[in-house]
């Protein structure tokens, strides 16, 4: 009898480990991996082009009047954050290990609330698993608060709030506020994300079997509209209303914006399979098959035998492992598959009317708001709807640890489980180990020691390169000047409080048209100071991601244009330098 208590409580303390300590280390571990991960690579791309918006509004430049790139809408979001660093630190040094160690600290609070929430209403291994999927993702990597990444999080936690109500047996309006806010912050920092958030709120309040949620919308609807109005006053308190409508066509105007206008919206579903069917074409045509016998089978009404669902699911896995490999150069992509290998283990197993539909209509929701708003506002295809397939991959989770025949077929339980541990494995690996736009990380040996990198670990190459174009800046750049750096060096706006005279600071180069459309419009932003690097300056290489992409000049210039002729005009003082040509009024 002793003997027979001693075994139960030793199964109850297992399983106690199992389920509710191992998560708390393994989250542990991937927080600790990610904090040390925060100091390496030195990108001279997107990452400092984010914190340059920011930078250009804390030193008073107006919205959409002065900058007219259509992404710095969500600057305001991060203003907040700079200005409190450079109330305390009075200075940019070290500005780019600051705000990775903020998103550090966001993702990490957001994982362990996803954790939490999901464990207590599904089991801790779904809630540890759509956990790690948020957390070990950043859209190529980017360790920062880009707007990608900062998309997700607001829209995962106001899901969270959103999912936990639904369960809710009363409702409640101050949380469903405070999801409306996190949408708000969601829609601006990608505002294509407005069509979704639009459509939806306006489908929940006029269908008549939803008007019990009445309530809960209008809670979130307000939340969003709070932050509207704060938003909008921001804007019209540093802008007149003329100004921002004569500039507004400049700002559609720019090349970058043409992809948006090339896609239809309706079609963009259309073109989310086309990527998908693209990407995973060896695997695609089998998946179909494996399908179609489903479906069949489905419409029949006969009922799988034991050795067919062994069989086809152990088909729809090995499928699934040639998906993996076909989704290892791209960060989060296996989500996708995850999101393949999940429907046809649903659609054996589960019937569509037991199926949990408040799953699918929070997270699913999300999640395909999220993989159209980035098919439709981005050019980088796959790339950005893999954000969307974060929250899709935790739907086919959550669906798939809800299934009964996890817990009766063990062989079924070790397949899902193996798919899952695919997953975040390699999601680790690429989070950890790839690199966007440096250098492979076992090159990143050099740690910078001052200046917007300090902290941060680059190649000798590129430390020295960093240096001397700083030490340029400290010597070249005078007080007043408005300081133009042209094509890829985003990060010299951050060593100076000097005035942008560019209409962005995203790739520019020197003979771009919209500088003369810029300062046909504005001649006051003329810059006094110019630098064009050497074309050799910022070289780079992706490791392990984005097709392994190498760049060996990517500063190289041709200099013509309005900008040549205003400065022979001008009479421009011309500094040789190894890093760098500088074009300098002589009346600064």
């Given at each position: 009898m002793k003997c027979g208590k001693g075994s139960l409580g030793k199964v109850k303390s297992n399983k106690y480990i199992l389920n509710h300590i191992l998560p708390v280390l393994i989250l542990a571990v991937c927080s600790l991996c990610l904090?040390?991960?925060?100091?390496?690579?030195?990108?001279?791309?997107?990452?400092?082009?984010?914190?340059?918006?920011?930078?250009?509004?804390?030193?008073?430049?107006?919205?959409?009047?002065?900058?007219?790139?259509?992404?710095?809408?969500?600057?305001?979001?991060?203003?907040?954050?700079?200005?409190?660093?450079?109330?305390?630190?009075?200075?940019?040094?070290?500005?780019?290990?600051?705000?990775?160690?903020?998103?550090?600290?966001?993702?990490?609070?957001?994982?362990?609330?996803?954790?939490?929430?999901?464990?207590?209403r599904h089991s801790p291994m779904a809630g540890l698993v759509c956990a790690l999927i948020y957390y070990l993702y950043a859209r190529a990597n980017i360790g920062g608060m880009s707007y990608y990444n900062m998309t997700l999080t607001w829209t995962l936690a106001a899901t969270l709030i959103i999912y936990e109500q639904v369960y809710a047996e009363k409702l409640s309006k101050k949380k469903l506020y405070f999801a409306g806010i996190f949408l708000a912050f969601a829609v601006v920092s990608t505002p294509y994300l407005a069509v979704p958030y639009i459509a939806i709120n306006v489908y929940l309040l006029i269908r008549k079997k939803y008007h019990c949620f009445r309530y809960g919308v209008f809670s979130v609807i307000a939340g969003t509209f709070s932050v509207a109005v704060v938003y909008a006053g921001y804007i019209l308190y540093k802008s007149p209303l003329h100004e921002i409508i004569q500039s507004i066509p400049h700002i559609l105007n720019e090349p970058e914006m043409q992809h948006a206008k090339d896609i239809n919206f309706l079609l963009t579903p259309a073109v989310i399979l086309i990527r998908i069917a693209w990407r995973y074409k060896w695997t695609i045509g089998i998946w179909t098959v494996l399908m179609a016998y489903i479906w069949y089978k489905k419409r029949k009404n006969a009922l799988f035998t034991g050795t067919e669902t062994a069989v086809l699911t152990g088909i729809n896995l090995v499928v699934f492992i040639g998906n993996s490999f076909l989704s290892n150069n791209m960060l989060g992509c296996i989500n996708i598959a995850v999101v393949l290998f999940a429907v046809p283990v649903i659609g054996i197993f589960q019937d569509s009317l037991s199926l949990d539909r408040r799953v699918l209509g929070v997270f699913g929701t999300a999640g395909g708001s999220l993989v159209l708003a980035f098919s439709f506002s981005s050019d980088t295809g796959l790339d950005a709807m893999a954000i969307g397939f974060v929250l899709a991959g935790m739907t086919a989770v959550l669906l798939l640890f809800e299934l009964d025949v996890l817990q009766k077929e063990k062989v079924i339980f070790g397949m899902v489980v193996f798919a899952c541990s695919i997953m975040i494995f390699q999601t680790a690996m690429l989070r950890f180990f790839s690199v966007y736009r440096d250098a492979p990380i076992s090159q990143l040996n050099r740690q910078l020691t001052s200046g917007v990198g300090k902290y941060l670990f680059t190649t000798k190459e590129h430390a020295e390169q960093y240096d001397n174009i700083r030490a340029a800046i400290e010597e070249y750049v005078r007080e007043d000047d408005q300081v133009l750096y042209t094509q890829n060096c985003f990060w010299g706006y951050l060593c100076t409080d000097n005035a942008y005279g560019t209409p962005s600071s995203w790739r520019m180069p020197f003979n771009s048209p919209r500088l003369e459309e810029y300062y046909t419009a504005k001649p006051e932003k003329i810059p006094t100071c110019i630098f064009v690097l050497n074309p050799a300056y910022g070289d780079f290489e992706s490791s392990l991601i984005q097709g392994n992409e190498k760049e060996e000049f990517p500063n190289e210039n041709k200099i013509e244009g309005y900008l040549a002729d205003y400065i022979r005009r001008h009479d421009y003082e011309k500094i040789e330098l190894e890093c760098a040509t500088i074009f300098r009024s002589r009346s600064g």
């Open positions: 904090l040390k991960r925060s100091f390496y690579s030195f990108s001279w791309s997107d990452e400092s082009f984010y914190l340059t918006v920011v930078h250009r509004f804390w030193l008073g430049e107006r919205m959409i009047v002065d900058e007219w790139f259509f992404t710095q809408v969500w600057g305001p979001l991060l203003l907040p954050f700079y200005a409190l660093y450079r109330f305390i630190t009075g200075g940019n040094e070290g500005i780019y290990f600051y705000f990775r160690i903020l998103y550090w600290i966001i993702s990490t609070l957001t994982a362990w609330c996803t954790y939490d929430k999901l464990q207590k």
